[in-house]
């Protein structure tokens, strides 16, 4: 099909087939960035007395595209289909363009201007420094948080009396210690809270605590199995560079409550101040807030710094950015352009001593903490699940560092296009290090702003993007954040979900990564996709099902991106996914020859590459020969009807938005959500749902969301090749895509 000249797209703007802001982008797309910018108010003129109330329109698209250089560049034309007013495809849109390979040269440059203008630091490699511990100016702590009482002042509160008499001998010392707190920061660079603990020339007493009921609040599966395996090993690596590089260590507190734990330490040892990096979990901020003014109103001092996120989710507010697209990486991309946040700042060395205390406070052992205590079967032996875990990943900071720098010597360069590749690692690897804050994000920005992959960049943006949502909605995790979608029909089904959960559902892609999961605790944000779409719209399990078991599993579990995105997957997010992966067309994607398959489902690895996705097609013959029965050595599929299964999900859906009506916004039909503030905002939508309302007997939907992939890696290399040598080509490619599914669907309204 040839793609529309400017006339037809105008024409069809005109005639109402597409709106202002689709049509702007199509003729980017056709004309180019610069001839739009130079000629297209020339373009439209004609429109100015024919027309005034669509050239207006036109006219505003283009001014906000071009009036705010930089951030304004994330309109790409590539990314860019807007719909009724609101972005329908931003970044979380990247997830197609990584199937398409179609992030053109131009994209790429355009979106590096739009990440510079989300990252404000300019400045040398850290791996060039990491390893001096200077104290130049550039690198001190900048970002004191919250010093609540800078006079220390004698502590008045309630304390049994040995406790008394060991503080008095500390009173009116000069030499008081401080308490330095680990939690979510378990490392020694770039650390802002240990390194001014340093520089108050004190001793330093480091604490862990460890309060179960605390991390891990009901229904939340904050501290699932996985992490705090982790955190057993990351606080032993830790613990030992500490000693090596200081002399000094952690004292171990298990604990019913921290407040009460960090008070009688205080007052044990007599310390003058607690300083701690913040964390933001809604729950664990309140209780650290407590803590904190109760230490204020005993005058100890309590310091409070950040460094977790690149951008504090209580800095970015959407007040000059407004709301439309939230939820999406751009427009929070906007907001943290638009807010007046705190500078980034620069890595800071590791803390040049820490001095140990003359005497430690009693402690506990790391194993006393029990967070990788294995159960035991009925006959005692132990059921060790841990061990192909431990056997695989470094768990201490410079495991973080390693991988980080692999990955921008190696994997980065594929990350644009290929990092969807399952048998193949073209991601970092270093969500855990990042959880834990064994490498802090703006080390990884520092080290990573110089490679030109602006998409890996972001992904940092997703990140606090996922924190800022959590403090909006703390209760992200379990309830939907479209209000209305509580009452969605979900099934039940028991053996599907163990199936899916064990890697046993006949769907050898799914089956793969549950597995690796299981075994690894990790799988690439492709796989996460695969195994979330099919429990949520194959399977039509609770997205919260899903949720709950990446927590468990997940090494790098975190329950503010998790519950983002199992909520934008199970439909009820702000930024609902406007793709399904089909389980045997995504395989055929990001794993053509079958490796990942045949590495992780042994049983079925003497297939041929043909069936090696869809054993169910294998001839019987050919089974036998590879040894393989069906229903027997390999499972037969938990569903066989995934075209129905599918139906029946977006049916479900359908009901739930005719149920609420006052959820749906009549002019555009997207759907509204409520804010916190109470205000009811319209959201990104998916088409196929729009359409399946008002077309509920309709056999197609030509807005299906199902990703149909690419089938040969052939094709797959050719279309990169093409698009990287032709961003014109790759973006015609688009407009033209858009405009079939257009004319499919007024031709089929017309019927
Ligand atoms: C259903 C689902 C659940 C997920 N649950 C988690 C989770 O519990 N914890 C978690 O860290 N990531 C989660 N992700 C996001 C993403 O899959 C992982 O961060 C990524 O796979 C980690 O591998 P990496 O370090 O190689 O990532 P890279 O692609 O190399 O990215 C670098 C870092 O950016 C951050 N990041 C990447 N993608 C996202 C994202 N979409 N949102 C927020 N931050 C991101 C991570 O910290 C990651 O380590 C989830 C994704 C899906 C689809």
Redesign the pocket.
Known sequence: MESPTRKEILHNFQTGVIDAEECFCMIVSLDGYDSTRQHFLKNIDFLRLTNPKKYNELFTVFANYFEKPPSGAFLDPIGCSVENGYLTSDFGYELEVELASALSLQDQNESLNSKASYVSVVQEPVSKQRNTSSNSERNQPENVNNSFSKNVEEDNGSVTSSVKSKKRKNKGSTNRPVVYWFRRDLRLYDNPALFEAASMNVPVILVFLWSESEEDPEGVVAAGGATKLWLHHALNHLDKSISDRYNNRIIYRKTQSCQREILSLIEETGAKALLINDVYEPFLKQRDDKICSELQRKGIECKRFHSYLLHEPGSVSAESVGMRGVGSVTHFMECCRQSDARPIGHPLDYPPTLPKPDQFPSSSSLHDLELAKMPRRKDGSIIDWAAPIVRQWDFGEEGAWKALEL?LSEGVRK?EKE?CRADHLN?????PY??FGQISPRA?LEEARHMKSPK?LR??A??D??YWLLTLWPDLPSQPTRVHYRDQAWSRDPGHLKAWQRGRTGFPLVDAAMRQLWLEG????YL??VV?SFLISYLRLHWVE?YRW??DT?L???VA??A???QN?GMSGLDQWNFVMHPVDAALTCDPDGAYVRKWCPEIAALPNDFIHQPWKCPPSILRRCGIKLGETYPNRVISDLEGAREQSLTDVVNVRKKHPEFVDRRTGNDLVPLPDGLCVPVITRKEFKYKLHHPEAKDNPHTAVLRGYRSRKRDEAIAFANERDFMASAMNESVKLTERRLKATQYEAL
């Open positions: 990955f990350y990092s991601t970092c690897r270093i969500s990042l959880h990884v890996f992904k940092l997703w990140r993007l996922s990790w799988i690439n944000n996460r996709h979330a899903g990446f927590q997940l790098d579990a975190d991106i998790n983002m995105m199992w997957g």
